[in-house]
């Protein structure tokens, strides 16, 4: 059986409130914004990838998941306990503390942040062996 051709382009998010998003990720995450539909939806250049994070108000019977409740989005950074200083000193919630983590696939320091709909976010720090 052939195996089907997948590329990731995009992830999306339903949000309540574009405006309250465009604060968030443009100015608490100073992610680049790339487009801006009024009133419905806005689209971000994520950092390092061809990969654009888009949201939008969730229409009446539009399938997908309702706003915050998004999960699992990792974003890598050199510093987690730098980054959540920065997201909380710009009003950003932290709902994860930093803490170490060590898997299989090494040592980590990582936490959650939320954005203003719950949507939760995952920082991880890979650390030295």
Do not use: W
């Amino acid at each position: 059986m052939p195996k089907p051709e997948l590329a990731l382009e995009a992830v999306t998010l339903h949000v309540r409130d574009v405006e309250a998003a465009r604060k968030f990720y443009g100015g608490v995450l100073g992610l680049e914004e790339l487009r801006y539909l009024p009133p419905g939806g806005v689209t971000y250049a994520l950092p390092g990838v061809p990969i654009v994070l888009s949201m939008h108000v969730m229409q009446p019977q539009e399938a997908g998941r309702p706003p915050g409740t998004v999960t699992g989005l990792v974003f890598a950074v050199p510093d987690v306990e730098a980054v959540c200083r920065t997201l909380r000193a710009a009003g950003g919630t932290i709902t994860d503390e930093p803490a170490k983590v060590t898997n299989p696939s090494g040592s980590f320091l990582r936490a959650t942040f939320a954005d203003p709909d719950g949507n939760e976010f995952l920082l991880r720090q890979r650390l030295s062996e």
